[in-house]
């Protein structure tokens, strides 16, 4: 009976650690192709992850075929 309900606690845990992507809220997002028709520049902003913690924001560059997902592009210094 113990097997049985430590089984059943480890499978628990184990399926909330589920693999999920984290969708975030944007305040500020706009997207403008380079005159090349290659690249595609983001520039976001959004909250931070707690109450009181800085925005989180950047400007990233990816090739048009990419698709946007945050942290994964080229990163740019400005705007």
């Keep these: 009976m113990q097997r049985f309900i ?3 606690i480890a ?3 184990l399926a909330s ?3 999920q992507v984290e969708k975030y809220e944007y305040y500020r997002f706009s997207k403008q192709t380079t005159p090349s028709g290659k690249y595609v520049i983001y520039d ?3 909250y931070g ?3 009181f913690s800085s925005d ?3 400007t990233e ?3 048009i075929d990419d ?6 592009g080229e990163d740019i210094n400005g705007a």
């Excluded at 698709?67 to 994964?72: N, Q």
């Design 67 to 72: 698709t946007f997902s945050e942290g994964k």
């Design 17 to 19: 650690c589920s693999e």
């Design 44 to 46: 976001y902003a959004r």
């Design 61 to 63: 560059v990816f090739k």
């Design 11 to 13: 499978t628990l845990m």
């Design 6 to 8: 430590m089984l059943t």
């Design 56 to 58: 989180i924001s950047g």
């Design 49 to 51: 992850a707690i109450a």
